[in-house]
T-cell receptor, first 113, second 116 residues
Framework: GENVEQHPSTLSVQEGDSAVIKCTYS??????FPWYKQELGKRPQLIID?????GEKKDQRIAVTLNKTAKHFSLHITETQPEDSAVYFC????????????FGQGTILTVHP | SAVISQKPSRDICQRGTSLTIQCQVD?????MFWYRQQPGQSLTLIAT?????????ESGFVIDKFPISRPNLTFSTLTVSNMSPEDSSIYLC?????????????FGSGTQLSVL
């Protein structure tokens, strides 16, 4: 099955700085890579995703990059704000098993004002 | 995206008892899943809830412990049976996007279960 590794486990930045979280996956057949944000006591929220036919996708201050050859993808958050503080999870489906996601271990992002 | 309602939102249960969690979606969805999130941990897929047939369980999860029902395309239940403190987790219902790609996954609000 799919194996997803996520780093770092914790990340602390100053407001306005950029934050980068990286994930690697094992199944070369995986073709869809979502990122979720989970605030304390809340459900995971899908914030951005990328399909394997593109290398980068942006949505305002967040972007995801994908390197299929190296089997890794990254989340980039620019101009961080305190409300970006949360746990972020990457995931991969292990082939085309839609909905059957394998999640990374999570990154606790803290943005200091 | 679909609105996913889960209940109860939280419960405290005694060892050896069972709890049934309900998940209601406001539109018909093809794919419905149950995930578990142990305290401070990531999310792990328990099973795929199949409409009209038995659920498909992931490695490490069995039907006797986590029976699942899915009588129609908008509703599912997960039962946590014969509970022990190790079952203390957040249980999350999730559905696939109703769009053409059907690959985006959205989560219900979760059920926080504590077993004493």
């Amino acid at each position: 099955g799919e194996n997803v590794e996520q780093h770092p486990s914790t990340l602390s930045v100053q407001e306005g700085d950029s934050a980068v979280i990286k994930c690697t996956y094992s199944d070369s057949a995986s073709n869809y890579f979502p990122w979720y944000k989970q605030e304390l006591g809340k459900r995971p929220q899908l914030i951005i995703d990328i399909r394997s036919n593109v290398g980068e996708k942006k949505d305002q201050r967040i972007a995801v990059t994908l390197n299929k050859t190296a089997k890794h993808f990254s989340l980039h958050i620019t101009e961080t704000q305190p409300e970006d503080s949360a746990v972020y999870f990457c995931a991969a489906p292990g082939g085309t098993s839609y909905g059957k996601l394998t999640f990374g271990q999570g990154t606790i992002l803290t943005v200091h004002p | 995206s679909a609105v996913i309602s889960q209940k109860p939102s939280r419960d405290i249960c005694q060892r050896g008892t069972s709890l049934t969690i309900q998940c209601q979606v406001d539109s018909q969805v093809t794919m419905m899943f149950w995930y578990r999130q142990q305290p401070g941990q990531s999310l792990t897929l328990i099973a795929t809830a199949n409409q009209g047939s038995e659920a498909t369980y992931e490695s490490g999860f069995v039907i006797d412990k986590f029976p699942i029902s899915r009588p129609n395309l908008t509703f599912s239940t997960l039962t946590v049976s014969n509970m022990s403190p190790e079952d203390s987790s957040i249980y999350l219902c999730s559905v696939g996007d109703t769009g053409a790609a059907n690959e985006k996954l959205f989560f219900g609000s979760g059920t926080q279960l504590s077993v004493l």
